[in-house]
């Protein structure tokens, strides 16, 4: 039947730096508090005239070249966001023209920040099913551009980035993506989420006044279910594979908060060293944090050839979901 493997990853984060000093400027918060509570010391932010597009076409430009094939290559160009440019056109689409692609299927998927482990499943099927041979999948966010700088519950915790995999067809049996287990929950859509902006309360001088277009989250909630999903997630691909967790060498999981991680970490009974954690330095990116985490630990060497990972992330929706990745070029 063949396999659909990780062929190569890329991410890239704009240059500006907000640090925890520079919102102790903007809101009653301190460094302090901050990284206790978060573990969030620095975020990214995608300056103005650019857009999440932009930051994903770089991304997907460092995937393929970290991959075998070229750009002409991608078959179908799978993007997890939930800040595009626009309405629409697709993010997808909008990255199809800056990589100079025509003619191939290209969509955006709104899972918020479990969106890549959606996207890698999407992909692993089109690809086993041998429709397709190379996917892009792509993830992308200006969470900035969603966030309220005067609302410190929120501001401390996003950043902007995107990160990208190449996903390709092996004849090689049970490699590559081995299986994903996603799931969610509509009746928690309003523990996160932005109230103006759809078809529900479109823009009006009202809506902007109240601050309506910026993100809303229950904070304590979230943390609840995001540790309880997340925990869920990995037993439940653990079991789907008869696997132990002893034969899991790296866990990738979204980065919303080190509690988070560490609660999930203690639930399973796998050690903190196990978890690939870049928290400190980009805090929450919705669906980019996994691809970003990916690449980085890919690229320092923490995933080794024949390695089993697991990849998983919580988000508005409330989503959630795991991969499970058998790590072979
Ligand atoms: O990708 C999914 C997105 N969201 C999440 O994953 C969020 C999950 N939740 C969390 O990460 C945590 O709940 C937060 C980091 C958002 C908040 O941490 P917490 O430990 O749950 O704090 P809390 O909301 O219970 O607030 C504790 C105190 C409150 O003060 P009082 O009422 O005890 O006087 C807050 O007003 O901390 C205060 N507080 C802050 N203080 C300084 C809340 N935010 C801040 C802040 N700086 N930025």
Redo the contacts with the bound molecule.
């Keep these: 039947m063949g396999s659909a493997f990780i062929n190569g990853t890329g991410s890239y984060l704009p240059e500006k730096v907000l640090t925890n000093r520079d919102l102790e400027m903007m ?4 460094d302090e ?2 990284t206790t ?2 573990g969030i010391k620095e975020r990214r932010i995608c300056p103005a005239g650019k857009c999440s597009s932009d930051l994903g076409y770089e991304a997907s430009l460092k995937a393929i070249e970290n991959s075998s094939i070229n750009v002409e290559d991608i078959e179908m160009i799978i993007c997890a966001t939930i800040t595009p440019d626009m309405y629409f056109p697709s993010k997808g689409c909008m990255i199809q023209k800056k990589l100079g692609l025509n003619n191939i299927p290209s969509f955006d998927i709104s899972a ?2 479990s969106g890549f482990i959606y996207g890698l499943e999407i992909a692993r099927n089109f690809v086993e099913n041998k429709k397709y041979k190379n996917i892009l999948v792509v993830a992308a966010e200006c969470m900035s551009r969603l966030t309220d700088y005067t609302d ?6 996003l950043g902007d980035g995107a990160g990208a995999a190449v996903v390709s067809y092996t004849e090689k049996e049970n490699t590559g993506i081995l299986g994903s287990y996603i799931s969610s929950s509509g009746k928690y859509g309003k523990l ?1 989420y932005v109230p103006a902006g759809g078809s529900l309360l479109p823009a009006s001088f009202e809506t902007v006044e109240k601050r309506l277009h910026f993100m809303k ?1 229950e ?2 909630a ?2 609840k279910i ?1 540790v309880q999903t997340m925990t869920e997630s990995v037993l439940a691909i653990l079991k789907d594979f008869n696997l132990k967790k002893e034969d899991i060498s790296l866990i990738v999981p ?1 980065q ?2 080190l ?2 991680i560490s609660s999930v970490s203690k639930n399973l009974g796998i050690p903190l060293e196990k978890f690939f954690i870049n928290i400190e330095k980009y805090g ?1 990116m ?1 669906a980019a944090c996994v691809p970003v985490a990916l690449d980085e630990a890919a690229r320092e060497g923490r995933i080794k050839q024949g390695d089993l990972i697991v990849t998983v992330a ?3 929706g409330l989503t959630w979901g795991a991969n499970l990745i058998r790590w072979e070029k």
């Design positions: 809101v009653d918060t301190s508090w901050i509570r978060t918020a920040c410190r519950n929120t501001c401390v915790l996160l989250m904070g304590p979230l943390f995001a979204h919303a908060n509690r988070i929450n919705s919580f988000g508005a």
